[in-house]
């Protein structure tokens, strides 16, 4: 994926329409240096694509903290991403082991299901 190219922050704070001298144009230089998806690259702010494998894992972390839930299906977990995004078994499986633990894929034998 490539990146956009936002400009300088002179041109994002115009295109804003925000006063370069005010407070406001602190606030969105300081979202810029925070942002992941956001990098200075020789002056010029890019926006960076989130690399697929940090879309999965916020999804499912986002998906556990909203419902509270800390079993679940990883469909209702990545429901949210689009289907051209949405990973195999295997490569979900791969992800997951990449959390250290935190998340953990159980075979749908494990689970029992309320009857």
Known sequence: MRDRVL???GLVLSR???DPYSFEASVVEALLFL???ARRIDGT???MGV???ERIIAAVSLYSDTTGKRLFRASAA???IPVADQPTSEELAE???STDGQFTLLPNAMI???A
Do not use: Y
Request: hydrophobic share 35%; glycine share 8%.
């Open 7 to 9: 400009g300088p922050l």
């Open 51 to 53: 690399p697929r494998r």
């Open 16 to 18: 804003l329409q925000i």
């Open 35 to 37: 942002s992941p998806e």
């Open 45 to 47: 702010w890019r926006a």
């Open 112 to 114: 029992k299901r309320n």
């Open 95 to 97: 992800i997951l082991r």
């Open 78 to 80: 990545l429901d949210g």
